[in-house]
């Protein structure tokens, strides 16, 4: 398979938006479109891209702001996790009312399970509960891009914030430790702000392994 992997900045969070494509099949997954719909279509339509799918690693406003948009328009499924449904469908746990000083609330399509396998765009991507940020917080692996879409679990040197309605501390260390630092060292990980990393420099680097 012919995978690329790439992202735009959208929103005034500057959140990266990702775009996993097969390009064979010319047909693009979009993980976490925070803002800016036009701009993503336009991203996609540049590449030659169908965007077939949608992933929210997680449900805060700035990762799922242009779900709804892009759903209406494009007749596309949005995926996120079960347990993150609770928060998608409140203003106040997703943050819309502070960030956006209005009421967002989504419901996805199809609720996801930990170590669940999709086949999307040709593509086969794992679900991986990745709890802490949120507690619904989740990651996608994909073995055959050698990349894993972390949201805002892990950073380039850093991890996310807990500090958040239903965040732990305990939970998302044991997460990024369990989880994530098991898939092989060159593993890319595309955060959801900031640069790209690797596994294997995240667990130099991060002194609580």
Known sequence: MNSKVTHINVGNLAENCWFLANEDTKEAVVIDPGAEPDRICAAA????????????????????????????????KVYALTEEEDLLLDAKKNLSVFIERKVVTFEPDELLRDG???????????????????????????????????????????????????????????????????LPDDTLVCPGHGEETTIGHEKKYNSFV
């Open 45 to 76: 339509e540049k590449h030659g891209w169908k965007i077939t799918a949608i992933l929210l690693t997680h449900g805060h406003i700035d990762h799922m702001g242009a779900c709804e948009s892009l759903r209406t328009e494009l007749g596309v």
């Open 116 to 182: 669940q396998e999709l086949t999307l765009a040709g593509m086969k991507i794992q679900v991986i509960h990745t709890p802490g940020h949120t507690p619904g917080g989740c990651s996608y692996y994909v073995a055959d891009a050698g990349c894993v879409f972390s949201g805002d679990t892990l950073f380039a040197e850093s991890v996310g914030r807990s500090d958040f309605p239903g965040g732990s501390t305990s939970a998302l260390v044991r997460a990024v430790k369990e989880k994530l630092f098991l």
